[in-house]
């Protein structure tokens, strides 16, 4: 297992990563085409919130699973389905570029599968995380925990990378670290949403699922640590 951080970051794309994001802008495009009255006519205009309400991950939903530890599937898929529907343009759009530049860097070393299985850990268990900590009455929308995940997946190979070359191993978290003081900054000014919570936890998830995806597992990258 090899990854070069400074190598070009014009590579071809994984095919996995081109069908996330055609996926998640596909459907940004019919909410606002229909927001524009292009498209549905005009029960159109509702479509954002009507998917919203039906696959957005709810607190209050959680809460009633755990109380009643039952998984129905209307609401177990929602620690899915919520990653693929945003609440703006603006954020499907800046979620996909983190998920089109983050997947490229992790597509050097990982596989197609590797690369999706990464992506779903981290949106599940940032559900699972913003359920858990989030206050009551919170919601969760959008691909970011997966994008941060794919985050995750990168700074884990450049650590193996600083831990092979001898570097300063804290310089693969720097970007996560500057993501994560950006939304502290943001929050200050505009107020806070709970969303960091899946974030994190989703940079967590994607760091650990590449542990074991990696090329050879855990076991090889244990050996290349101790080796070097």
Do not use: C
């Not at 991950?57 to 998984?71: L, S």
């Amino acid at each position: 297992m090899s990854f070069e951080p400074d190598a070009a970051p014009f590579n071809p794309l994984p095919p996995v990563v081109v069908a996330l994001v055609l996926f998640i802008l596909g459907i940004e495009a019919i909410f606002s085409l229909g927001a524009r009255g292009i498209l549905g006519g005009a029960d159109a205009i509702g479509w954002r919130i009507e998917a919203m309400q039906e696959y957005g991950f709810f607190t209050q939903i959680f809460d009633w699973m755990v109380q009643n530890t039952a998984a129905p599937f209307e609401f177990s898929k929602r620690f899915l389905s919520y990653a693929f529907v945003h609440p703006s343009f603006t954020s499907a759009i800046f979620a996909s570029v983190i998920i089109l530049a983050m997947g490229n860097m992790a597509g050097r070393v990982f596989s197609g599968f590797s690369i999706l299985i990464i992506f779903v850990v981290s949106i599940v268990l940032g559900a699972v995380m913003f359920g858990l900590f989030a206050p009551d009455g919170s919601v969760l929308f959008g691909s970011f925990p997966g994008a941060y995940g794919l985050i995750g997946a990168y700074s884990f190979l450049m650590w193996v990378s600083l831990v092979h070359t001898g570097g300063p191993q804290m310089r693969a978290f720097r970007l996560i670290g500057v993501l994560m003081a950006i939304q502290l900054v943001f929050g200050l000014i505009f107020g806070s949403r709970p969303d960091w919570i899946a974030d994190l936890s989703g940079f967590i998830g994607g760091f650990a699922a590449s542990l074991v995806l990696a090329p050879g597992g855990f076991a090889r990258v244990m050996a290349m640590i101790k080796r070097d």
